[in-house]
């Protein structure tokens, strides 16, 4: 395939992505946005010129400020309207050719601010790389048997805070809260000292599903319609302390960041990996066939106030031990509903290098192995001012598609 608007060969917005945002354009009108290369492609506008009459919609679910109507459509019809998206920025097209409609949808990048893709009205985070557990498991509990009795036969996870997860370039102030220092007698109340990033990635449902419904592993991708980066920002010290019995709180539900573009699994199909060996076999309810696993290179930057891009983590979503058509069929399976827009965080992607650890508390492990920066600098934790930087793409035989980056400054406690 070839499109008539140009972009880079490295472009992580290619024609075979065709993305879905939602944008704050030129004219300060909002609308669901399309993206190739540096050109952000206004679906609203299509609408309104006609480009999508063949599919009767009812109206113009594109002049929205969420995706939520527009996915919640279902995959019967979303995936129809993203290839004839496709086919429309192709050389040769109607599209190409009308140069009207071309000056009416096409923006250039810095001329538009990227939103909150989706409404989110529920989150759970998961806890699915067996590296990041064993790895945690080694630095808080037993290093002979660092991995839980339950970790191997569910997908563990927690509902977390969805009025606080934002879109990338959304600065996130330093949490307080209370923590306990090893050598302290009673804990102690202030900002946090061991703030940390989690590199993972969400996925997002499209449908309701009624209370006691549940979905199977082989029907769970057709109530997913895509992706994001997902920066689960965590504060150690504050989660060490408060964490028993009941799990994360403050330390977690300040922020968490994402992308802007949602990744459609279509997109991602040609990219689908096996998946590690699960031993012991899991449930019949958990089990599953075909390739569900995905190859996501994925990078961690952070960047000091004063200096440039330091990756201090490089690693991959295939290493994932649950897949998400698990993780989807594990939470219905006790009849527990979904809705349009919720968000699956995939929990910590770290692979067995010490450079693929998806976490500071991993990294520098539990900051006895301080990270070196370019500008000479040391780092244990995320200091104030800091900027972390994700970016996740797929490439293979010619074809790249990648989420862009979702990036997020530290700002003092408040």
Known sequence: MKSFISYDTNSDFSIYNIPFG????????????TRIGHTVIDLATLFDQGYFDKFDLEENVFEAFTLNEFISLGKEVTVPIREHIQSLLLEGSELSKDEETQKLA???????????????????????????????????????????????HIPVGYHGRASSIVVSGTPIHRP??????????????????RLDFELEMGFITNSYTELGET???????????????????????IQQWEYVPLGPFLAKNFGSSISPWVVTLEA????????????????????????????????????????????????????MYWNMAQQLAHHTINGCNLEVGDMYA????SGKSEDSYGSMLELTWGGTKPLKLSNGQERKFIEDNDTIIMRGWCEKDGIRVGFGEVSGKILPAK
């Open 22 to 33: 939602v944008a704050i354009l030129a004219d300060d009108s909002v609308a669901c946005v």
């Open 106 to 152: 096409f923006h250039t990048l810095p001329n538009v601010s990227m939103q909150m893709p989706v409404h989110v009205p529920n989150y759970t985070d998961f806890y699915s790389s067996i590296e990041h557990a064993t790895n945690v498991g080694k630095m808080f509990r037993d290093p002979e048997n660092a991995l839980l009795p339950n970790w191997k």
């Open 215 to 237: 979905i199977s592993t082989a029907e769970a991708e057709d109530h997913i319609f895509g992706m994001v980066l997902f920066n689960d920002w965590s504060a150690r010290d």
């Open 346 to 349: 995939s929990g910590t992607i």
């Open 176 to 193: 307080k809260g209370q923590s306990k220092p090893k050598d302290a007698d009673s804990p102690i109340f202030g900002p946090s000292l």
């Open 268 to 319: 991602l199909n040609p990219f689908r990996v096996e998946g590690p060996v699960q031993d012991p076999e899991v449930f019949s309810y958990l089990q599953y066939e075909g390739k569900k696993n995905f190859d996501i290179n994925l990078q961690t930057i952070l960047v000091p106030e004063e200096g440039g891009e330091n990756v201090i983590c490089t690693s991959n979503f295939k290493y």
